[in-house]
């Protein structure tokens, strides 16, 4: 559900105060994504205070790209916002930011995960990839000499999220037939219709016609 | 153009249909490609320029720019499809942490009516997006809410309330083009008479009503700008289709920004498909906002926005008719259409009556007002819903008359084009072998069919758009021109046709787009971005080699009707060995100043041998009888664009545009809630996008038509190829089940109420 129909949703049922008042917020964070208020004293809707915890900003450290980072972040905060704000690694896009088109495909110790749900506080301590860190020194991987060269990408929007599920797709099955890559792309959506181009791109990675 | 200019004799067309034609060639401009021609860079196989910037994650799109000093905005919208916004108390949302500009609609554009759920209303700029968001949602706006029709049943009902304003009409008349009100009815009724005189004398008469549901562009990125004030001057990075209508708009002393000039900068778009023009509401909010904040302003949609409130492609119910003599030669048409424009007036028409011979139509489109989000164009608009009837009433005519689909279509086609490509297609997906002769029949729950559809566009570019080539004494070449690429590779072929002239590789060259302080190009729709540019990139290059080998001959004492660049060097024409090798860059040497600039004008097209570009397309699928799901195996797609300059990237533009059709007639369906006028789908999960599990085998054979439209022959290629997918695939289907589903999505559910009340009718 978006944020839209969250709001509806939330002044319907419960408000958003009241919510707040017997939940924890970084519980709340987690159901309504990442633009929530940061911490206030939310004194808007009426005269009344109410004190909201745990919304201070905290220390993470996480490895990017082989780098590490220590930095600060409210606990709502998603790792997709993280990475793209602060961090400046813009790559990563955020096109649903519900887990539903893979643009903001990253790697999390080796696992595609969708970083517009996933909070940055639990990427702590963690190792992570973006389309960013797949350059091998200053050469293109293997599979993204293949994306070029067989013009897998137009508008390019989804195309570093799809380098990172078809990564870590490689990773577990070096040869993957048209139909395993269709599974391991599934999650990421492509609105130019990029796919086919996609397959071939991963099948020639993979036979090595990438390098 | 010089009055007594001789004409000259070009050869058109394509493989064995070639001609001569005799044109008489524009002052300035270079003759258009011949067939004899030889290139080393044009209508080559050329990795996208920018690929490696995308693969990177280093292009910067406008939702990822950051400026110093960058707020973000926020809209706040309508939860009313119908409703007059009475005042908007902001007393609140001003004291919250980070707010630093409010606006409210009504003041800016001049209207209090809300007309869909999802209209803008106000919107906030703030320190943060989450502070920008918690600010709209405390504005308090006390709407009067209206009496509303979401459905165009419900918009056309006996009383239904007025949509849009209480003095226009729900259900927009047909075009009169220029009849007065009576003329019109009569013209109505006499094109009714005259067709029904027609059906009554042919041999075979089908009919058919068809329906197509409304599909949302939906973008990866969304739309957006980020605006930027400096002094009275506008900078805007904007997602964009059309750079310098952006321009146009910020800087039209009617429209309410006002700047005194405004630069638009859109160096990767991320997909437009139609929706991307002008800077709409939401570009306008940023750049007043901007300036209220004084500070630079983002302000993107989110993807709920970018479903309610950024264009979609109409809904249509067709009532389609055919009368065919006893040979399948189509005599007469009947096809009336009703499609939802949303509130305003935007075409909602299905266009189906332009590829056949067809003597005689009876055509009447209504555009009927909803209180849902607006229309826009999208990838070849009225065409898919159009050619998805049409093409399923052809089949079922040729069942009718007992000819073989394919056969039908040719008796009714002269396009020399298209009919070679009919050959073409039915060879490769093995038309013959492979149709289903037995339809619906043999055993096993799956079945599997054969179906065709075909395309016809007007891709072929006209005037307004410049090149500026630019070589340095050292060599370096760059060529600019101020449009915008869409996921399309203008820069490749920019670099491609410039390459050509100038004898280099594309790697020599440097090309710039997306910034309206270069040359003027119009914006990329209709096709026409590439036929439109290519053809001043060609000529300001020409002219740019032209005046180098002038510095060459003249100071070596050569002939220079003799000289032209190839393989970075000076040669002869007539492949003679010159006494002395000139390199490119020795050439560029001799360049007085620092710099030589040529800017030109792309010119009148020319009559060549085809306006339009036309493709056919074959669809191969598999229909689960028991669950009803449709599985698309293969397209096999030919497809025409005049002379291909980059066969990867168009051939990239044909496979995208067909799983896109695939979508369009399978899965996307905007879903409303009629009671409420939400749209119950604003997202991509309900709202169901093709992925890479649908996406069939697809085979692309581009022709390579020597059209002589201008001088780089090219057409554009986006839209024509999503118009007989649908087509296709309905066809294919019907061809597999033995029954026809008359209404996109082709959803399972269709398709087994199809099957059971197949057995009812029989
Ligand atoms: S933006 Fe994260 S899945 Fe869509
Ligand atoms: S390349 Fe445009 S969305 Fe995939």
Redesign the pocket.
Known sequence: MSRDNKATEETQGVTRRGFLKGASFAAAAVGTGSLLPPPQTASSQNEEEVLILGTEETKIALTINGENISTEASPSTTL?DLIRGPLDLTGS?????????????VLVDGKPI????YLALDAQGKNIQTVEGLMVGDKLSPLQNSFVSCDALQCGFCTP?MLMSCTALLEKNPNPNREEIAKGIS?NLCRCGTYQNIFEAVHKAATGGGK | MSKNADKVKITVGFEDHLKEISVKINDNDVLPYQPTDSFDEVGQDRDRLDAIAKVTGAARYTFDRKLDGMVYGRILRSPHPHAKVLSIDSTVAKKMPGVKAIIEFHEVFRTRAVRYVGEGVAAVAAETEAQAEAAIRALKVDYEVLPFAVTKEDAMAEGAPAVASPNSSNVIAPRAWGRSEKEQQAHLEDQKAETDEAFAEVKHVVSGNFSTQVQVHNALETHGVVCHWQGENLKIYASTQGTFSCRGQATSSRGPIKARNARVLSEYVGGGFGAKFGLRREGVAAAILAKKAKRPVHLMLNRREEQTDAGNRPDSYQELKLGLDSKGRIQVMRAHSWGTAGPGRSGAGARNSIIYNIPKIDKVEYNVRTNCGEARAMRAPGFPQGAFALESLLDMAADEVGIDPVELRKRNDSHPIRLAEYDMGAKMIGWRKNRNRNPGGGKGAIKRGLGCASNEWFAAGGRGAACLIRVNKNGHVEVRSGGQDIGTGLRTIMAQVAAEELGLGISDIETFIGDTNDPRCPGSGGSTTTPSLMPAVRIAAHRMAQELLTLVAEKLKWDIEKLTFKKGAVVRKDDKKLKKTVTFKQVCALIEGEVLEINEKRLANYGGFSSTNSGVQFADVEVDTQTGVVRVKRMVAVQDSGVILNTKTAESQVRGAIIQGVSYALFENRVMDRQKGHMLNAD?ENYKIAGALECPEIEVKLLNVFNGKNNTSSMGIGEPPIIATAGAIANAVANAIGVRVMSIPITPKKVLEALKNKGKRK
Do not use: F
């Open positions: 997709l896009k955020r096109v649903c930011d519900r887990g539903s088109c893979g643009a903001c495909t969708c970083s517009c749900s999220g999650g | 991509l």
